[in-house]
């Protein structure tokens, strides 16, 4: 079963698709996207543990870097205030790492604004197919209702005017027993009516957590940026004290960071499955949620033209029988009238309503097409396959950039705060102090005449 022709898989889903998925026993799995399943499950969660590993090795060799920075650093010479060769260096590596991270964060907010219009795309997707499955129920509702009134008032008016007239009141009876088929046969027509699975919900659904991971990642982004920039300060202005506090906000981003990227890359290897082969996974959940035959979703979700319209036999009924309508309505007009004027009035009341279920009628051939609903399909699939799983892989990079500059500036902090000159702020302080005994020594010199007067 192929993918439908509005939609196309992209290289990234091929590429990602063909990524070889085991289970903790490292049996390999299939690719095939199957959330149901407990192998299925394990192989998501063994490449969101990937990042969890690398997120110890990255611990672990910033612990063993530091430990031998600490331990295995010669002594500086006694009363040295020159810096260590090589420091310069150090405070630039530092920089650097620090500027990758903040491109990782541009390359962020890129691909959280590509997964959020992705995602949109979805959600909007859905509400225009239910505002199209709502507008078929209601046209069908309002004209069965319609047809009905016909039958109960103005049809009954009508037999019982041509009561004298044995030959019209047959007619008028053979038009309510087209009226009835009509309604019955559209009655069929709301296939959605009834159904538990709502578009709507799943709209709104979407849009509730698509929200909340839009603000999260969004205040991530700008935490990075913020343990970034007063990084930058403290290393400019080489303030112990404010890069001691970045030092362990860039750990706690680190942590995050390695956090996201196991999501983002589990979210991303289970959405390229589901976008290898989308039409199997979603005939089978909707025919599963709704109940609704297989030729009916077959004709929406695959809408090719080796598929007949499951409501095709209904439609054509139902037209015969309003042209059938429409023409007795016709002959009672040409032979009733004359004779009995009081009968012009229901025939006129019956031949609006004609003209209202006629384009009602019209209308629901429409909208019944599979053309309209399968482009809200391929729609969302545009969306969720496409700018939904680009974002993603923009973000998955954002996090690998960001947790390797910051795993970079935690080796590099630690000795580029062991080159800040020392304060002097306690020098100073004695300096400009006048009950300094130096202060005075340096104003008699200025002043000679200071002792004797006082």
Known sequence: MGAPPGYRP?????????LPRADFQLRPVPSGF???????????????????????????????????????????????????????????????????GCAGIGIGFYGNSETSDGVSQLSSALL??????STIDHLVLETVEGLGQAVRVELTTL??????????????????????????????????????????QVAEEVSFVEEYRWLAYVLLLLLELLVCLFTLLGLA?????????????SLLVLVLSWGSMGLEAATAVGLSDFCSNPDTYILNLTQEETGLSSDILNYYFLCSHAISNPF????????????????????????????????????LSLEETLNVTEGNFHQLVALLHCRGLHKDYSAALRGLCEDALEGLLFLLLFSLLSAGALAAALCSLPRAWAL????????????????????????????PGLDSQV
């Open 34 to 100: 199957a959330p149901q399943e407990q192998e299925y499950q394990q192989a998501l969660m063994l490449v969101a543990a990937l990042a969890g590993l690398g997120l110890g090795l990255s611990l672990i060799f910033i612990a063993v870097y530091l430990i031998r920075f600490c331990c295995c650093r010669p002594p500086e010479p006694p009363g040295a205030k020159s810096p260590s060769p090589g420091g310069g260096c150090v405070t630039w590596s530092c920089i650097a790492a620090l500027l990758v």
């Open 312 to 347: 095709q036999q209904r439609l054509t009924l139902s037209q015969r029988a309003l042209a059938n309508i429409h023409s007795q309505l016709q002959g009672l007009e040409r032979e009733a009238v004359p004779q009995f004027p009081s009968a012009q009035k229901p025939l």
């Open 237 to 249: 202005k080489q303030s112990k004290w404010l890069v001691v506090v970045m030092t362990a906000m």
């Open 420 to 447: 800040f000159a020392p304060s002097d702020d306690y020098d100073d302080t004695e300096d400009d102090d006048p009950f300094n005994p130096q202060v005075w020594t340096w104003v008699r010199g200025r002043r």
């Open 128 to 133: 225009h197919a239910n505002h199209t499955l």
């Open 10 to 18: 992209s290289a990234w889903v091929h590429l990602l698709h063909q």
């Open 159 to 200: 037999e019982e005017v041509l009561a004298e007239r044995t030959e019209l009141v047959a007619a008028a009876r053979g038009a309510r027993r087209q009226a009835e088929a009509v309604a019955q046969q559209l009655q069929g027509l709301a296939f959605w009516q009834g159904v538990p699975l709502s578009p709507l």
